[in-house]
């Protein structure tokens, strides 16, 4: 859902109706921010169970040519960096999910800030429309690398263990910070649609 929020919203913007625009943006802000959440809480979840595991999945670094933003391009090289530092499978695999959840909240947080600024001004710099649609490229990029840990890490979990681990993603701490400023922002693109 919310990149067909943020699809609509470049199309809106491209077609130059830059309040319905807003609106997008802002819905696919809200949406980005609760499944960064989901992402953040599956990554301590799986790595508190990979704390505790008997075998932890080797993993490979992130890599940087894989990330548009200076955010998750910092996180990919400091991850190459640990990777090389770290002997033990278990430290590599424990710092991967740690590099890729603050990647996640970097993301959201850099999301949130420009859709922000997206809303404030009357006329949008072109800079900003192009950042989301980096930022969730690089969102979508981190969604692949956790599926690709969770499913090793699954691999190599003791079958008595998957159902503690299913309880404990279902109901794993979600960060909340995550803010509706849908809301907030109604009036706002309200007054800009009537002109007032």
Known sequence: MMSV????????????EIVCAREQVVMASDLLARLADILIGACLTI??????NPSVPAVEPL???????STTKDAASWNNFL???????RARFLQK?????????GVSREFDQVVEDL???PLPADESWETVHSLHYD????LLEMEVVSKSFLRTLPSDHVPALAEDLTRSPLP???????RELGASIQLLRTGS
């Open 63 to 69: 890599k940087t040519s894989s990330f548009r933003g």
């Open 47 to 52: 790595a508190n169970h990979g704390r505790r």
């Open 83 to 89: 990777h090389i530092v770290l002997f033990g499978s």
């Open 97 to 105: 999910l740690r590099i890729l959840s603050g990647a996640i909240d």
């Open 119 to 121: 809303t404030a001004y």
């Open 176 to 182: 909340h910070r995550h803010r509706s400023r849908f």
């Open 5 to 16: 929020a943020l699809n609509d919203a470049l199309t809106l913007r491209a077609r130059g």
């Open 139 to 142: 969102l979508s990029t981190c």
